[in-house]
């Protein structure tokens, strides 16, 4: 038998046992199963708004160039908001901008230029030495916070100054900024 020949055959056989395999094959049985899930669920939950500090009174911030500008210092009057309660200075976080612009929260370790006095009514905060040092005719942006339950933070109270060369005409203003 030649080649194509002998493939002509098995080819002949290979197609009558797929025929046969195929009609051997049981057929699909009916069926009357379905499938409903009667469960249901409820579920709350309750946001949580983080007040942010509020400024105490006008102006909300002064600055001070010291003399030829060598000593600056900036004083912050803030609150917590009328109203509120379980918030106060053990809740709050101190910010500085970064090269950036951005608020970063001050370590530990650069706390000893900010002092705060007062209570949850008006507190007065004063940042002086290292954090305002080389803003001889610049600015710098300090800001406070609240931390919330949960790790959650309220928008930062934001108060920027301003000193010109050596000192000369110091301002400072408010303003709020998101904190993420």
């Known amino acids: ?5 002998r493939h002509r055959v098995l080819a002949a056989v290979a197609g009558a046992a797929l025929v046969v395999a195929v009609g051997l094959t049981p057929a699909a049985q009916v069926t009357d199963a379905a499938f409903t899930d009667r469960e249901t669920a409820t579920a709350t939950f ?3 708004d983080v007040p942010e500090p509020v400024s105490s009174q ?4 002064t600055a001070q160039s010291g003399l030829a500008g060598v000593n600056p210092t900036v004083t912050i009057y803030w609150r917590v908001p009328v109203g509120v309660t379980g918030y106060s200075l053990t809740n709050a976080e101190f910010g500085l901008a970064n090269n950036q612009g951005l608020l970063e929260p001050i370590l530990s370790n650069l706390l000893q230029n900010v002092s705060t006095t007062g209570t949850s009514s008006a507190y007065v905060t004063t940042i002086s030495g290292a954090l305002l040092a080389n803003i001889l005719g610049g600015s710098k942006t300090l800001a406070i916070r609240f931390s919330g339950p949960g790790g959650w933070k309220s928008h930062w109270l934001v108060a920027t100054a301003s000193f010109g060369l050596l000192g000369a005409n110091p301002a400072c203003v408010m303003s709020t900024a998101l904190s993420y």
């Open 1 to 5: 038998m030649t080649a194509p020949r």
């Open 46 to 48: 309750t946001a949580i």
């Open 58 to 61: 006008t102006p909300g911030c």
